[in-house]
């Protein structure tokens, strides 16, 4: 799902999308500003608590990172599949909407995650830009976001062969994405006080989507491309961060507490969202 599916589904969604006409971004600044909101909530929580350095980095990262490649695409595409009448130019909108914002958000949401889980971690030094530099360039969702936007902007268009063998292999990403995050949430133990996880569970799936919910009414922003915003915003914290809190030496118990009881909680959260459609 990681290394073959997401990319092959994102290289063909995105080098077949249009950066053409007025509110193209929208739906990215909305979710851009739900997650600079997170981060300053979840800053503030975590010096009013007087955490440790080692959590305080692996705290903001959960409270803001979302799982968007395995919970936000497919949760998008299955609730617009769904729409009665006019569903198709709908479904059109929100995969455009979606495949806009994934590009650019993804290399954000890895560097503000790297920088801070090193920044309260270690002092920032030569070595640790080096990390995290190869962290975000490893990224293949980020490589396969910079293949699509390449063809997309340069005016080409995938041959059919490619564009056919993308489709297929990018088909079963979604379903089997959903299948890994609950492999993982089953599979992980909450070990000790839930307080926290709980308290980055409700940062995450709150002050987001109500920020980008207030943002797009003052922005002027349409119903399709809020709705993909308010999705994206209201999913659970990515299954990714527990990985790389574990590598960088952040608090990976946070951490993992806050993957399992993010994706539980984010069934209200995300079925609150998707009755607004």
Request: proline residues 4%.
């Amino acid at each position: 799902a990681y290394w073959v599916g997401l990319p092959c589904l994102l290289i063909h969604k995105i080098a077949g999308a249009s950066f053409d006409g007025a509110g193209s971004f929208d739906t990215f600044w909305l979710v851009f500003i739900g997650m600079i909101a997170s981060v300053l909530a979840s800053g503030a929580v975590a010096f009013g608590m007087r955490m440790r350095r080692e959590q305080i980095g692996a705290f903001i990262q959960a409270s803001f990172r979302g799982n968007l490649a395995f919970v936000g695409l497919a949760v998008i595409m299955s609730a617009f599949s769904a729409l009665p009448g006019g569903g198709a130019d709908r479904l059109a909108r929100a995969e455009r909407a979606a495949v806009l914002t994934f590009g650019p958000i993804v290399p954000i949401y890895n560097i503000a995650a790297v920088f801070v889980l090193l920044a309260f971690r270690h002092k920032l030094s030569a070595a640790s830009l080096r990390t995290m530099v190869l962290q975000v360039a490893s990224n293949p969702l980020l490589i396969a976001c910079l293949i699509g936007l390449s063809v997309s902007l340069g005016g080409w268009s995938l041959p059919g062969p490619i564009a056919r063998t993308l489709e297929v292999l990018g088909r079963f990403a979604l379903p089997l994405a959903l299948l890994c995050v609950g492999g993982k949430v089953a599979a992980t133990k909450l070990a000790g006080n839930i307080r926290l996880p709980a308290l980055t569970a409700i940062i995450k799936l709150a002050v987001g989507p109500v920020v980008g919910y207030f943002a797009a009414g003052w922005l002027g922003v349409g119903r399709v491309e809020t709705a993909v915003a308010l999705i994206m915003l209201a999913c659970p914290t990515a299954v990714a961060s527990y990985v790389l809190t574990e590598q960088l030496g952040g608090d990976s118990a946070l951490s993992a507490g806050a993957v399992v009881v993010s994706t539980i909680a984010s069934i209200a959260s995300l079925a609150a969202v998707v009755a607004m459609i």
